[in-house]
């Protein structure tokens, strides 16, 4: 069965959660953060939570955002979070949630969709992303 790419609900916290708590490795996952955060970002205009569903299992997300930019001219798209299960990989889902989050920005006029990973380089590369910097960060 192909997997369905939808806009997240608030019904679907509990499977966001679930996956978000296999990407996070920095952090640990506050079950309690997590729901405020769900539930402003699903209110929030700039940002664009979808979920990958197969059948009724929610397999996958994606979290990106827009924003205006002096560098780009303009709108930017950035990939803040993605996670496939990983039964789930190699079937075209990260593709097609990436596809979709690449749809919704080009519907809001960004001028390109950037994200930081130290992960899954060739996956990127294969669906038409380059290398552009060095991702530094900061605690706090």
């Not at 803040?80 to 039964?87: D, P, R, Y």
């Not at 949630?97 to 809001?108: D, F, G, K, P, Q």
Request: proline fraction near 1%.
């Amino acid at each position: 069965m192909t997997p369905t790419i939808r806009t997240a609900v608030a019904a679907d916290a509990g499977a966001v959660l679930s996956l978000a708590r296999l990407l996070a490795t920095s952090f640990a996952l506050d079950e309690g953060a997590f729901h405020r955060s769900y539930s402003a970002l699903l209110a929030e205009a700039g940002a664009r939570l979808l979920v990958a569903e197969s059948g009724t299992q929610i397999v996958g997300y994606l979290l990106g955002f827009d924003h205006d930019t002096f560098f780009a001219n303009g709108r930017v798209a950035w990939v803040e979070e993605i996670m496939v299960e990983e039964s789930y990989r190699r079937q075209g889902i990260g593709e097609s949630l990436m596809r979709e989050l690449e749809a919704w920005a080009r519907s809001r006029e960004c001028r390109l969709v950037a994200l930081a990973t130290r992960r899954a380089a060739a996956f990127y590369h294969a669906i038409g992303y380059e290398e552009s910097a060095v991702y530094f960060r900061k605690l706090l």
